[in-house]
């Protein structure tokens, strides 16, 4: 089934999106911004918990999550086991949702317009897949860094 292998995929990347927060030494150098580096370690946990908080728990897995996407971007100093702790919170919403989805409901639309269109949620989820790695890399890259 498609959902158990997407689990997979997500499920990892969200532990090593979890190592990597935790593999920062001083709690501080997660909100450090240096140069054209416009999204701390810290911001990129909080966006991407409530990334997947919000299009799979709150739009697939139908949670009475309310995402507040400026507060991702404007929080500041969270300690790293909050952060942990939101990173955990999002994969439970991602094991708990996918084992739901049939490779019927992955064919239908979206609940919600991705990017201004009706897209696939098999779609949706590879673009949200991309996007966690994206961020995956950009924490580990600064935390090389420092």
Same mark, same amino acid.
Request: hydrophobic letters at 40%; aromatic letters at 6%; glycine letters at 8%.
């Given at each position: 089934m498609n959902s158990q292998l997407l689990l997979a995929h997500f499920e990892k990347d969200i532990n090593k999106l979890k190592e990597e927060i935790s593999l920062y030494k001083n709690e501080n150098d997660l909100w450090v911004l240096k140069g054209e580096i416009k999204n701390s370690?810290?911001?990129?946990?909080? !966006? #991407?918990?409530?990334?997947?908080? !919000?299009? #799979?728990?709150?739009?697939?897995?139908?949670?009475?999550?309310?995402? &507040?996407?400026?507060?991702?971007f404007s929080e500041r100093n969270v300690s790293k086991?909050?952060?942990?702790?939101? /990173?955990? &919170?999002? /994969?439970?919403?991602?094991?708990?949702?996918?084992?739901?989805?049939s490779d019927v409901d992955?064919?239908?639309?979206?609940? #919600?317009p991705f990017l201004?269109? #009706?897209?696939?949620?098999? &779609?949706? /989820?590879f673009i949200l897949y991309g996007h966690l790695n994206y961020h995956l890399g950009q924490v580990n890259y600064h935390r090389r860094l420092q």
């Open positions: 370690p810290g911001m990129l946990a909080l !966006h #991407i918990t409530g990334n997947l908080k !919000h299009f #799979i728990g709150a739009q697939l897995g139908k949670t009475n999550y309310v995402r &507040e996407r400026d507060k991702e086991e909050n952060l942990l702790k939101g /990173l955990n &919170e999002a /994969l439970e919403v991602v094991k708990t949702t996918f084992p739901k989805l992955l064919k239908k639309d979206f609940p #919600i201004e269109k #009706i897209r696939p949620t098999l &779609e949706i /989820l």
